[in-house]
């Protein structure tokens, strides 16, 4: 079964083929939405709205922990693609980008971050030096080569409280740090996953520039990231329907 999780811009996948709809509880209270079953290129699919179907839960309200455990335990997920869009920081990452992140930063605070909080346990540790699954990223890579699409491979992600966007002087000090984007909810949703069990990675649209970068000099225009999502996300639907053909790997 492989999961997809949507995040802005994607909140339905115009190409699944419903067959049903799911409400779950969870340990850890409710999922972001409904599960959506369906085949997508010809395999069993579970979707789920990160932000709500209504795109109403921001990112550091977002249940991430019961999401994971929704489509992991209640969805039997063996994979999950995570969609999310992101700022750009590095000076090719122009919006309507298309990439593949190798590796997070993690800025967040205060989010339920572990399965694994409770005092009457032994404590578990996950080994995290490279948070996404390597063999979903390369089947990420091959299905947009496969769909016509051009995909960049490997890019730092900065994970970012929100829901405010930053500062140009907070963007200048991640891109001293290392990062090439920025979003608000690759963690801990990475983390979840891994100790949970389930292979993950994310696929990154870019949808403006960061703050202090490209045409976000003065300030983001909101009104053009609504353009570039919309197109970026018809790539996406593709990109995501020729994984959904692949056998998991």
């Given amino acids: 079964m492989l999961a997809i999780i949507g995040g802005s811009g994607l909140t339905q996948l115009g190409n699944l083929e419903i067959s049903r709809r799911q409400l779950v509880r969870t340990p850890y209270g409710d999922p972001s939405g409904a599960l959506t079953f369906g085949r997508m290129g010809g395999q069993e699919v579970v979707f789920l709205a990160r932000h709500g179907y209504g795109h109403t839960i921001p990112p550091h309200l977002v249940n991430y ?7 992991v335990e209640a969805a039997g997920a063996s994979r999950i693609v995570s969609v999310a869009s992101v700022g750009g920081i590095r000076a090719d990452l122009e919006p309507g980008k298309l990439l593949v992140p190798h590796q997070i930063i993690d800025y967040t605070w205060g ?9 009457d346990r032994e404590v578990v540790h996950i080994d995290f ?10 089947q990420l890579l091959a299905a947009a080569a496969a769909a016509g699409q051009s995909i960049v491979d490997g890019a730092v992600y900065a994970a970012t409280q929100g829901p405010r966007l930053e500062t140009a002087a907070e963007i200048e000090r991640l891109a001293r740090d290392g990062a090439d984007i920025v979003g608000m909810t690759g963690m801990p949703e990475a983390s979840l996953a891994r100790e949970a069990g389930c292979p993950y990675a994310a696929l990154a649209v870019v949808a403006n520039w960061a703050a202090g970068r490209g045409d976000s000099q003065a300030m983001i225009h909101f009104s053009g990231i609504e353009a570039v999502l919309q197109e970026s996300m018809g790539r996406v639907r593709q990109l995501l329907d020729q994984i959904g053909s692949e056998p998991a790997g």
């Fill in 65 to 71: 922990r019961a999401n994971i455990h929704a489509l």
């Fill in 129 to 138: 030096t490279h948070p996404y699954d390597e063999a979903l990223r390369r």
């Fill in 111 to 119: 989010r339920q971050m572990s399965f694994h909080d409770r005092t």
